[in-house]
Every structure is written in structure tokens, then in C-alpha cells.
């Protein structure tokens, strides 16, 4: 999803682009100074970059401040809406409460939401505003349905599971590949296809490496097949997913090493416990032969045998 706002004051533009991933803003603007012909314009540029639009919470999120013909801007964003269902936009004066009593100012300004995959369908809202103390700031506070947000129709990755989107926003903030590749795809064919991306690194993200049984290894194996089939340019993540799935044979593999070198070291200890009990026995023998060798010797070797006599 892409917005652009272009904000005029006479003609300043001012122009934001958001993908399902980030909310991404630029601007072009051109103002006329009060005392300067219309046609004698000013022009200026602003980008602002949001990562992870869908886990923004509900309150007023501010741009930074930026400056065309030395008037002080910034955007205003509700991403969950101004207590509404709706993405609530607006400009502000970002200098308002330093102003001089009395001050005002003018602009006429039209913002865009602008469809990634299709431009005609972009949605423009064409605003005017005198921008005074009491009222600093303008905008529309119903812009666009929070529900058409990610509709594929509306520019998004379509109806996917609300639990997809943070993994997805994170993705395709680093790779905007995958969001470029399926563009003149059907709106079921995008649904489909960034579901199937959604559960895999969904999979990857919850999932400890202790947790990577057989079962689990066969289901990561099953998700990284149905993604294949949907054409992602997935380099940056196969040797990933390949690797966790060698993992649980290397993991099995240090568990039979391990067995291996538990029964070794109890058949250590056994063998120990034999050769303990083996030299115990052996200095019991040792002492038994020294006393015996001792009796032997008080024995007179040249005495006649004889015999006894009554």
C-alpha cells in the first residue's frame, strides 16, 4: 500500500508512499510566498520511512519536522485510526505553538493513496486549509478503510491472517522484491502466495531450535515446498531454511554420539571398578605369598626327611 500526499500552500505537494511492511514518505512541494505571483513557486522534498506500519499502536504518530519555504511541516498518522476504522491522515504546523498570536496559513493540498500494483487505482483526497492556532492541523480522518489496508484490490497482499502481517511487513521492508514480482497476479494468486510466505516465517519465528523434531522438520519441510511453488525470489532465505533442516539431523546425530560416549563411560567405570576390586585381591595374594615365603624360609633344606618313629 502506498500513500502520497501533496500538500500546497498555493501549490505545496507533500507526498507519502507506505508499503504492507512500512510506511514509507516522500514529498515534492511547491509554495508561493503571499506577496509572489502564483506561478512563482517554491518546491521541496520529504521522505518518511515507518518499519513495521501494523504494529504500530493507536495513538498520533509524527513525522519528522521538514521545511518549505521556511514554513515547518510534519504528518500526522493514526495507523489504527482517530477513533475510527479508518487510517486518519494529516498535515501539521510543526512550529504551531511558537507562532505569533494571529498567525495564519494557507494551503491547498491533495493526498494519495497510491496502489502499488495498479496506479489507477490510487485513491486522492483533495484538501484546502487556513491553518490558524486553534486548528494547526488538517487532513482526513477517514482516508481509508483500516479493513482495505492489505487488500490486494486496494494495492496490498490481500485478505492474509491479521497474524501474518507483522512477519511479512518485516520481509518485505528488506526485500521490496517480493512485493514488485507479483504485481499483475490475480488478487487470489496474491493472497495465496504471501500466505504461504507468512506461515513459513511464521514457522521460523516462533519455533526454537530445541522444538525442531522429526514432526517439525517435516512441516518446515512442507511450507518451504508450497512457497517454491509461487515463484518468490527466494535466495536470501533458502540456505536458512536449508540449514534448520539439516539441523535436527545434526542435532541427532550429537544425541547418538552422545549415547555412544555415556555407555563407553559407564563401560569405563565398570572396567574400574573390576581393576579395583582385581588389585585389591591382588595385594591380599601379595600379603599371602610374603607370609608363606616367610614359614618356607624356617624351614632347614639340608635336615633329612625322615620319618616318624613310635
Not at 499502536?57 to 477513533?83: A, E, Q, T
Amino acid at each position: 500500500m502506498s500513500y502520497r500526499f501533496r500538500v500546497l500552500n498555493k501549490d505545496l505537494k507533500r507526498r507519502i508512499v507506505c508499503l504492507p511492511n512500512l510506511l514509507s514518505t516522500s514529498s515534492v512541494g511547491r509554495m508561493k510566498k503571499e506577496d509572489e505571483e502564483e506561478e512563482d513557486l517554491v518546491c521541496g522534498t520529504f521522505t518518511w520511512r515507518i518499519n513495521n506500519f501494523s504494529t504500530l499502536n493507536n495513538l498520533g504518530h509524527y513525522s519528522d519536522v521538514f521545511v518549505i519555504c521556511g514554513y515547518k511541516w510534519r504528518i500526522i498518522i493514526y495507523p489504527k485510526g482517530n477513533k475510527v476504522n479508518y487510517l486518519s491522515l494529516y498535515l501539521d504546523v510543526a512550529d504551531a505553538s511558537t507562532l505569533p498570536s494571529g498567525w495564519t496559513r494557507y494551503a491547498k493540498f491533495s493526498l494519495t493513496v497510491v496502489n502499488q500494483l495498479d496506479s489507477k487505482k490510487s485513491i486522492t483526497k483533495d484538501l484546502e486549509h487556513e491553518f490558524v492556532a486553534n486548528v494547526s492541523n488538517w487532513g482526513n480522518k477517514l482516508f481509508i478503510l483500516l479493513s482495505e489496508l492489505c487488500d490486494h484490490d486496494k494495492g496490498g497482499l490481500g485478505r492474509v491472517e491479521k497474524t501474518l502481517v507483522p512477519f511479512l511487513e518485516e520481509v518485505c521492508s528488506s526485500y521490496p522484491s517480493l512485493l514488485e514480482c507479483h504485481k499483475k497476479r490475480s488478487r487470489m494468486f496474491i493472497q495465496c502466495a504471501f500466505t504461504a510466505l507468512g506461515r513459513l516465517l511464521r514457522f521460523l519465528k516462533t519455533t526454537k531450535a530445541k522444538d525442531m523434531t522429526r514432526d517439525a522438520c517435516k512441516r518446515l519441510q512442507l511450507l518451504w515446498e508450497e512457497l517454491e511453488t509461487f515463484k518468490f525470489d527466494l535466495a536470501w532465505l533458502e540456505p536458512h531454511v536449508q540449514l534448520v533442516l539439516v539441523m535436527k539431523k545434526r542435532a541427532e546425530r550429537v544425541d547418538r554420539l552422545r549415547e555412544d560416549v555415556e555407555i563407553l563411560e559407564n563401560e569405563t567405570k565398570r572396567q574400574r571398578d573390576v581393576l579395583a576390586a582385581a588389585e585389591i585381591d591382588l595385594e591380599a595374594a601379595k600379603r599371602d605369598l610374603a607370609k608363606a615365603e616367610e614359614e618356607f624360609k624356617k624351614i632347614d633344606m639340608d635336615t633329612e626327611l625322615g620319618y616318624p618313629l613310635p
